[in-house]
């Protein structure tokens, strides 16, 4: 780099650099420029600041726990268990109160199971025989009940028949009841306990009510009328997901229970409370659908008078619940406010102006001259400013100013971008026809086609002043 590149770099250090504007004296063009500047200015206000909220600092790490309990009774009498009373130790798995948790309605029992031979169950493809060499001892029946003993047990005179197994005997064979044995469940409750935390902010909260009446919690149930009671209703929680509580309890489902906090910790504490959604999570098929409901398998072991250990087999269908927590909190932060307001204004198009190159107005900048040696006396043609920039006067009146791009083979001078909403204001109200100082039409210059290229469309022309007399 030479001496004479090196003192143009320091002496650009020290320039001071102002924006050039467009000003365009039409009704259309300055009403649809505020129009866009009242719209940006109520989407800053109402969709940033009122509805998101974008002068918050907010938190979305939320530390949550959450204590179930479910209560209620009920009594049966069936074949397999006889008259029997159904209490929270009974139904509801696992005990000790989680995030999820099961209630029982149905129940297929197999009572007084102990290990020894029998046959495998006709419903198990892979037990399926005709001799004994279809059954190779110590085997397990895939997707069966026990391992091969080796013998092919058959009834009568058929020739087909099943495998041999050593297992907990007799296997299960009974189908699902088509009415639900704990159908009254829809009346039991589940109290949902549930603390939070924001750590940014060092907020903690519950959603059970700070009161001191111990009555408050054995009286409410949640519901339209009490929307703070953390007790809920089981038969309520399936019919507010589209769901009947009885056609769901034959074989099972899965209901989601959602609690969103939504905390703006600029108003009170008091004022941060929880919502509550519900859905059911599985999806649902026809009644026959091998893909429906939900089950699993449990068993209780003791002893007989012999001290041999038998069981009683249950497979339990019934609604598994899952309490989802999701939530954050806002807190009011300038660094956010600034960078939101920052961006609105950009947005308007409100920029400082500065003043005009040397302090200097030029002629062809305060209008035409009507006569002398300024205006249209001197002619037509490309006048050179002191800046360097062309600036071409039509001779034709009423006179239109326009700093375009100079003709072929002529100097350009420095070049500068203009503002995108000006462009687009320019674009959408000119006038159909030429260009003023040009011989293009707009729909032309916006491709950039012939020598009379627009500034708004192409970056290698110069800014573009208009004034109308």
Known sequence: MGQAGCKGLYQSLFDYKTEKYVI???????????????????????????????????????????ITKVKGVTFTN??????????????????????VFFVITNLVVTPNQRQETCAESESIPDALCHEDSDCPPGEPVVAGNGVRTGRCLRAGSEQKGTCEIFAWC????????????????EDFTVYIKNFIRFPKFNFSKTNVLDTTDRAFLKSCQFGPKDPYC??????????????????????????????DWDCDL??????????????????????????????????KYYRDAA???LRTLFKAYGIRFDVMV????????????????????????????????????????????????????????????????????????PARQVRGCPAEGQERGPQRQPSWLLCSLLWVTWPQGRMPGTQQSPSKLALGGGEGCWWCFSPSTMPVTLQYP
């Open 307 to 309: 001290g041999v250990e």
């Open 78 to 99: 069936t074949s397999e268990l006889g008259e029997r009373l159904w209490d929270v130790a009974d139904y509801v798995i696992p005990p000790q109160g989680e995030n």
């Open 24 to 66: 365009a004296k039409n009704k259309k063009v300055g009403l649809l420029y505020r129009l866009l500047q009242v719209s940006i200015l109520t989407y800053l206000v109402v969709w940033v600041f009122l509805v998101k909220k974008c002068y918050q600092d907010t938190d979305t790490s939320l530390q949550s726990s959450v």
């Open 266 to 299: 600029d108003r009170a504490p008091s004022e941060c409370y929880p919502r509550y959604y519900f859905n059911r999570l599985d999806n649902r098929f026809s009644a026959n659908s091998l893909a429906s409901g939900y089950n699993f398998r449990f068993a």
């Open 326 to 397: 999701n939530g954050k909190a806002g807190k009011f932060n300038i660094v956010p406010t600034v960078i939101n307001v920052g961006s609105g204004v950009a947005l308007m198009g409100v920029e400082p102006r500065g003043p005009r190159p040397n302090g200097r107005v030029l002629a062809a900048e305060r209008g035409p001259r009507r006569g002398g040696a300024g205006g249209a006396a001197r002619g037509a043609g490309w006048r050179r400013r002191p800046e360097g920039e062309w600036l071409c006067v039509p001779a034709a009146p």
């Open 170 to 185: 007799p296997v299960e064979t009974k189908s699902r009841p088509a009415k639900p044995l704990l159908g009254e469940a």
């Open 230 to 259: 953390p007790i809920f209703r089981l038969g309520s929680v399936v019919r507010w997901t589209g769901s009947s509580f009885q056609e769901i309890a034959v074989q099972g489902g899965v209901i989601g229970i959602q609690i």
